[in-house]
């Protein structure tokens, strides 16, 4: 019998019951038995031995409890249509998994907060360029440099920060990620605001029209229009592939 069901931690289970074989074996048991003790050359003599077979496998259900197991229910792998796209859902869910095992790992209070937020920061990232496929290009070197090398440093500290040792090459080490980290979560944050470089662009031409129109039919002073005018725009620096250029 399998149940379907969901543990706390909202992942898909299944309940499976393993029947207890012992009421069968009990009953085998009780036939040979009553084969030996007594004999088996009429009816009645089948039906007493069928009874007493039944009695016992009765008594050995009782005592004998079924044994539950939960298993989880794999998920089913998430298509889109787009293999590119699969892969960079795939690919950043993994990622998310490894740093919160990551966080879990490491006891530095500073560092887990800043992993925390690379945490958020990445989750943002993917659910955005899922829900716009047409972005996908300008996290191309985020998906191939900058995560998993953040990874690898994370990796890499919590290793030695487990060896209960100070030395030249751990502490050092352990330092330069520590020092790190700041620069990793602003080059995260600029990652995702980068994505949202189009949208202020149009959000832009739509504020500079709309005031162009409220000052044209004189619903708006035309000094809000110059001063609107005269401030400069600026678009954070893009690389090759269309995403920002980080430095880590």
């Not at 249509?81 to 690919?91: F, H, T, W």
């Not at 900058?146 to 990796?155: A, D, G, N, R, S």
Request: charge should be negative.
């Amino acid at each position: 019998m399998i149940d379907q069901g969901l543990e706390a931690t909202g992942l898909k289970t299944k309940t499976i019951v393993h029947k207890s074989a012992a009421p069968i074996y009990a009953a085998a048991v009780t036939w040979v038995l009553y084969a030996l003790l007594f004999p088996l050359y009429q009816v009645g003599h089948f039906l007493l031995a069928a009874a007493a077979a039944a009695v016992v496998a009765l008594i050995a259900r009782i005592f004998c409890k079924d044994v539950t197991e939960e298993v989880e229910i794999p998920e089913e792998p998430v298509t889109t249509g787009n293999p590119e796209l699969d892969k960079m859902i795939a690919d950043g869910n993994g990622a998310i998994q490894t740093m919160r095992a990551l966080n879990d790992s490491i006891q530095d209070e500073t560092i887990s907060a800043q992993i925390d937020r690379l945490e958020e920061v990445s989750s943002r990232i993917f659910q955005y360029v899922k829900d716009n496929p047409a972005k996908l290009p300008q996290i191309r070197k985020f998906m191939s440099y900058y995560l998993p090398t953040t990874i690898k440093l994370l990796t890499a500290y919590d290793q030695m920060s487990r060896q209960g040792v100070s030395g030249e090459n751990i502490t050092g080490t352990m330092e330069k990620v520590e020092g790190m980290m700041s620069s990793i979560v602003q080059a995260f944050e600029k990652q995702l605001d980068s994505l949202f470089g189009d949208e202020a662009m149009d959000i832009s031409t739509d504020i500079t029209v709309l005031e162009n129109m409220m000052v044209r039919e004189g619903l708006a002073a035309d000094d809000l229009h110059r001063t609107a005018q005269s401030e400069p725009q600026t678009q954070p620096p893009q690389d090759a592939d269309g995403g920002i250029t980080l430095e880590l």
